[in-house]
């Protein structure tokens, strides 16, 4: 009598424990009516959510334009060269704002590039293996600190260090630059500029440890083949390879300067004018809007703010997206070896 | 000769990022731990001139706040994560991607600023509601684009054999594929409260402060940055030491997160950073 049992040895044998286990799975259930409503119910509630990400930008920019809208109908595109921040006349003009907000952000850049590529250079290249992952834990640390802190530590350190210690310095040496004249309170873009710089570090240096990563291996090897020494190596195979992604994490830094608040109302003295020297106090987009929103005299003053934010938006976003365009177009495809 | 002055310029460099580091992690301990008394974790604001009072206020305040943005963002960034790494692979995908990494890059301000004009401006009060609004639309970034590296580094084998065991397509990626993923979900939770736990500026014109305690969503409420810095910005030595010993409570609780997290996955706060 022929059975469906198949021999041991015979091509599709299932064993008895095998076929014990596949018959706990009732067969054709998959494509009952119940399944399939309720993938599509998961499905639906899923894409909600992705949707829901969109729609808060939306909604983000949606608000600011709105909320704005005041001032943007009697100002229009002249507030952001105008230099008059009068609350009491209604008179409402961006430029300081923007100068202060450049200006802070530049000399973030200029002090934290040079010793953020450094960091990467040595975490990723120079350092013993089994340091590595202690010093990118401790560079890491630096970006949890939160930005009030940052700036409480801004005012009661290093604020009286550089206008006890520094502002000497650098008026002596420095002073033919113009940049470091007139007196020094204490409270000055320059404290705004050092403090950005340290918040800025570790992304910065973060980034290009992911970008050096994705430098392949080969390009190192050919450079040291043909004789290089350890920095020159460095310099041509992996830098100039990188560079592209290197500026990639400089402008996300930039980015990030640009938005920080905290820290620089704190240690920035918060007078809306221009001045050419580093001493004098100043004040961000950010700032103002942190120090004067719930304090504003009239609607127009608050449209007047709500417009900054909508500046700094619009500057934050086009600055991330030039940014990640940069840093994509080098690491994509090459996922970052797990050296640390 | 240049090699060797090379080296030693990037070891310096290396330095002298670390030195910041050490300086700020010093002072907070060294200034905080003079006010660390029963009083500062039990009682709230004393007036000026009174000895004792505490941030006990803040840091219930605190709690409540990620409490409510938890609400929103966890399951906000969660299912935005599945969505990216199940159904995600294509254009749509990317659109929610870059849509994510733009609200990551947004300066928290605007943020407090847009929850300022949807929730307190409808309601015509600050209240805990806005603060945890604000703090949770700057959770969901973080939580879903982890959430999908996470879901990605399951094996494909795992879903298939789920599949090809007749379980539904919701089944498996919900029971078989985040559950294998959960230990990363969690770790990208905590890295997204980390960073909102220390935020001030949405807070600023959303749940703004408060003196004492509150249990309602719909009122103003302390939190410990906006209270650290009301305190380090005023003229009184009490204050500005209470200011120190709640940085140092606010730091030692961000740094244990951001720590464990490493130490268990070696992923880091920064997208970059692994």
């Given at each position: 009598?022929r059975t469906?049992?198949?021999a041991p040895?015979?091509?599709g044998?299932?064993?008895?424990?095998a076929?014990?286990?596949?018959?706990?799975?009732?067969?054709?259930?998959?494509g009952?009516?119940?399944?399939?409503?309720?993938?599509?119910?998961?499905?639906?509630?899923?894409?909600?959510?992705?949707?829901?990400?969109?729609?808060?930008?939306?909604?983000?920019?949606?608000?600011?334009?709105?909320?704005?809208?005041?001032?943007?109908?009697?100002?229009?595109?002249?507030?952001?060269?105008?230099?008059?921040?009068?609350?009491?006349?209604?008179?409402?003009?961006?430029l300081?704002?923007?100068?202060?907000?450049?200006?802070?952000?530049?000399?973030?850049?200029?002090?934290?590039?040079?010793?953020?590529l450094?960091?990467?250079?040595?975490?990723?290249?120079?350092?013993?293996?089994?340091?590595r992952?202690?010093?990118?834990?401790?560079?890491?640390?630096?970006?949890?600190?939160?930005?009030?802190?940052?700036?409480l530590?801004?005012?009661?350190?290093?604020?009286p260090?550089?206008?006890?210690?520094?502002a000497?310095?650098?008026?002596r040496?420095?002073?033919?630059?113009?940049?470091?004249?007139?007196?020094?309170y204490?409270?000055?873009?320059?404290?705004?500029?050092v403090?950005?710089?340290?918040?800025?570090?570790?992304?910065?240096?973060?980034?290009?440890?992911?970008?050096?990563?994705?430098?392949?291996?080969?390009?190192?090897?050919?450079?040291?083949?043909?004789?290089?020494?350890?920095?020159?190596?460095?310099?041509?195979?992996?830098?100039?390879?990188?560079?592209?992604?290197?500026?990639?994490?400089?402008?996300?830094?930039?980015?990030?300067?640009?938005?920080e608040?905290?820290?620089?109302?704190?240690?920035?003295?918060?007078?809306?004018?221009?001045?050419?020297?580093?001493?004098?106090?100043?004040a961000?987009?950010?700032?103002?809007?942190?120090?004067?929103?719930?304090?504003?005299?009239?609607?127009?003053?608050?449209?007047?703010?709500?417009?900054?934010?909508?500046?700094?938006?619009?500057?934050?976003?086009?600055?991330?997206?030039?940014?990640?365009?940069?840093?994509?177009?080098?690491?994509?495809?090459?996922?970052a070896?797990?050296?640390? | 000769?240049?090699?060797?002055?090379?080296?030693?310029?990037?070891?310096?460099?290396?330095l002298?990022?670390l030195?910041?580091?050490?300086?700020?992690?010093?002072?907070?301990?060294?200034?905080?731990?003079?006010?660390?008394?029963?009083?500062?974790?039990?009682q709230i604001?004393?007036?000026?001139?009174?000895?004792?009072?505490?941030m006990?206020?803040?840091?219930?305040?605190?709690?409540?706040?990620?409490?409510?943005?938890?609400?929103i963002?966890?399951?906000?960034?969660v299912?935005?994560?599945?969505?990216?790494?199940?159904?995600?692979?294509?254009?749509?995908?990317?659109?929610?991607?870059?849509?994510?990494?733009?609200?990551?890059?947004i300066?928290?301000?605007?943020?407090?600023?847009?929850?300022?004009?949807?929730?307190?401006?409808?309601?015509?009060?600050?209240?805990l509601?806005a603060?945890?609004?604000?703090?949770?639309?700057?959770?969901?970034?973080?939580?879903?684009?982890?959430?999908?590296?996470?879901?990605?580094?399951?094996?494909?084998?795992?879903?298939?054999?789920?599949?090809?065991l007749?379980?539904?397509?919701?089944?498996?990626?919900?029971?078989?594929v985040?559950r294998?993923?959960?230990?990363?979900?969690?770790?990208?939770?905590?890295?997204?409260?980390?960073?909102?736990?220390?935020?001030?500026?949405?807070?600023?014109?959303?749940?703004?402060?408060?003196?004492?305690?509150?249990?309602?969503?719909?009122?103003?409420?302390?939190?410990?940055?906006?209270?650290?810095?009301v305190?380090?910005?005023?003229?009184?030595d009490?204050?500005?030491?209470?200011?120190?010993?709640?940085?140092?409570?606010?730091?030692a609780?961000?740094?244990?997160?951001?720590?464990?997290?490493?130490?268990?996955?070696?992923?880091?706060?920064?997208?970059?950073?692994?």
């Amino acid at each position: 009598m022929r059975t469906l049992q198949k021999a041991p040895d015979e091509p599709g044998f299932v064993s008895d424990q095998a076929a014990a286990k596949i018959a706990l799975v009732p067969p054709g259930r998959s494509g009952s009516l119940g399944t399939v409503f309720a993938d599509a119910v998961f499905r639906s509630a899923v894409i909600a959510c992705a949707l829901s990400v969109v729609a808060i930008v939306g909604l983000i920019v949606f608000e600011l334009l709105t909320a704005s809208g005041l001032s943007l109908h009697k100002f229009g595109l002249k507030f952001l060269v105008q230099s008059i921040w009068d609350p009491v006349r209604d008179e409402f003009g961006a430029l300081p704002v923007i100068y202060g907000t450049v200006v802070s952000s530049l000399l973030a850049l200029l002090l934290a590039v040079p010793l953020s590529l450094g960091t990467a250079l040595f975490i990723t290249e120079i350092c013993p293996r089994q340091v590595r992952t202690l010093l990118s834990t401790c560079v890491e640390m630096l970006a949890a600190i939160p930005s009030v802190i940052y700036g409480l530590w801004g005012i009661f350190v290093l604020v009286p260090f550089l206008h006890d210690h520094m502002a000497p310095l650098l008026a002596r040496y420095l002073g033919w630059t113009g940049l470091f004249g007139g007196a020094m309170y204490g409270f000055s873009m320059l404290a705004a500029g050092v403090i950005l710089a340290i918040m800025i570090l570790p992304i910065i240096a973060s980034i290009t440890r992911e970008v050096i990563m994705a430098v392949p291996q080969q390009q190192r090897e050919a450079a040291m083949a043909l004789g290089a020494t350890r920095w020159e190596m460095l310099r041509l195979a992996v830098l100039r390879n990188a560079r592209t992604g290197i500026f990639g994490a400089v402008v996300l830094g930039l980015g990030r300067a640009m938005g920080e608040t905290m820290a620089v109302t704190m240690v920035i003295g918060n007078t809306a004018k221009i001045s050419h020297s580093l001493f004098a106090p100043g004040a961000t987009l950010a700032s103002v809007i942190a120090n004067e929103f719930n304090e504003a005299v009239g609607p127009m003053h608050t449209s007047a703010l709500v417009e900054l934010g909508l500046a700094l938006f619009v500057v934050s976003m086009l600055v991330n997206a030039i940014a990640q365009f940069f840093v994509w177009s080098v690491t994509r495809g090459m996922p970052a070896r797990n050296i640390a | 000769m240049v090699n060797a002055l090379a080296v030693g310029a990037v070891s310096l460099a290396t330095l002298v990022v670390l030195t910041p580091l050490v300086m700020i992690l010093g002072t907070v301990i060294i200034h905080g731990m003079a006010g660390v008394n029963w009083s500062f974790f039990t009682q709230i604001p004393k007036p000026v001139g009174e000895a004792g009072g505490g941030m006990a206020n803040a840091i219930v305040g605190s709690a409540m706040i990620l409490l409510v943005a938890s609400a929103i963002g966890i399951p906000l960034g969660v299912g935005a994560g599945i969505f990216l790494a199940e159904y995600g692979r294509n254009f749509y995908g990317n659109i929610v991607r870059f849509t994510s990494d733009v609200l990551n890059g947004i300066p928290s301000i605007v943020i407090g600023i847009t929850a300022y004009a949807l929730v307190v401006l409808k309601q015509g009060h600050f209240s805990l509601l806005a603060g945890g609004i604000a703090l949770g639309i700057m959770m969901v970034p973080t939580v879903c684009r982890t959430t999908e590296e996470v879901l990605l580094m399951v094996p494909q084998s795992i879903r298939e054999a789920a599949l090809g065991l007749g379980i539904p397509q919701w089944r498996t990626t919900l029971s078989v594929v985040v559950r294998t993923a959960t230990a990363g979900i969690v770790t990208s939770i905590m890295l997204a409260f980390a960073r909102v736990a220390g935020e001030t500026a949405p807070l600023l014109f959303t749940s703004l402060n408060n003196s004492f305690w509150n249990w309602k969503l719909s009122e103003q409420t302390a939190s410990m940055p906006m209270q650290i810095f009301v305190y380090s910005i005023s003229a009184y030595d009490d204050w500005i030491q209470k200011a120190w010993t709640g940085a140092m409570v606010l730091i030692a609780m961000i740094i244990f997160t951001v720590i464990l997290v490493r130490f268990v996955t070696n992923r880091g706060m920064l997208k970059g950073a692994r």
